[in-house]
Each structure stands twice: as structure tokens, then as C-alpha cells.
């Protein structure tokens, strides 16, 4: 993934436990992560509030941008820098 490309370590951890905080915010269940070239494909499913409960499916691409910018928040929350 181009996030870690040119580095010698990955943050994965940082990076699924930002992942993490964001699938909880979303409340989405049934989650899957996938790492493309491009990004992190995140699926999962949350409550439609326009359908009354009704369970929806979202698909978002994480890009190295958006991971960053996650990661960015994460750190802020426990006080360490990127």
C-alpha cells in the first residue's frame, strides 16, 4: 500500500486501532478490511436511520490520505505525534 511504501516499519496497529475507533463511531457491524494498491476498502453494515432500523451496506476506500488523516486523530486522542 502506498502509505508504507518508502518506509522501513508499518503502523498497522495504529492504523486498525484508528480503523477501529472509526467503525465504532459509525456503529457498523459485519466489518471486513482490505488492503488494495489504492487503500484500505472498508465494508460494513449500520442501521439506516431513513428506514427505520433497516440494516445497510457501506463500502468506503480509505486512501493513504484519508489513513493518515485517521491516524492524525488518533494520536491527537492519545497525545503522541506522527
Known amino acids: 500500500m ?3 511504501s518508502g518506509t522501513n ?8 486501532r ?4 472509526y467503525v465504532d463511531q459509525q456503529q457498523f457491524s459485519n466489518v471486513r478490511v482490505l488492503e488494495t ?7 460494513g453494515t449500520s442501521v439506516s436511520r ?8 457501506e463500502t468506503y ?3 493513504a490520505e484519508d489513513l493518515e488523516s ?4 488518533a494520536y491527537a486522542r492519545r497525545g503522541k505525534k506522527l
Request: hydrophobic share 40%; proline share 0%.
Open 50 to 57: 431513513e428506514r427505520r432500523g433497516e440494516m445497510k451496506a
Open 37 to 43: 494498491e489504492e487503500g484500505i476498502i472498508l465494508q
Open 18 to 21: 484508528a480503523i477501529g475507533h
Open 70 to 73: 485517521l491516524l492524525r486523530e
Open 2 to 4: 502506498k502509505l508504507f
Open 9 to 16: 516499519r508499518t503502523d498497522y496497529q495504529d492504523i486498525l
Open 61 to 63: 476506500l480509505l486512501t
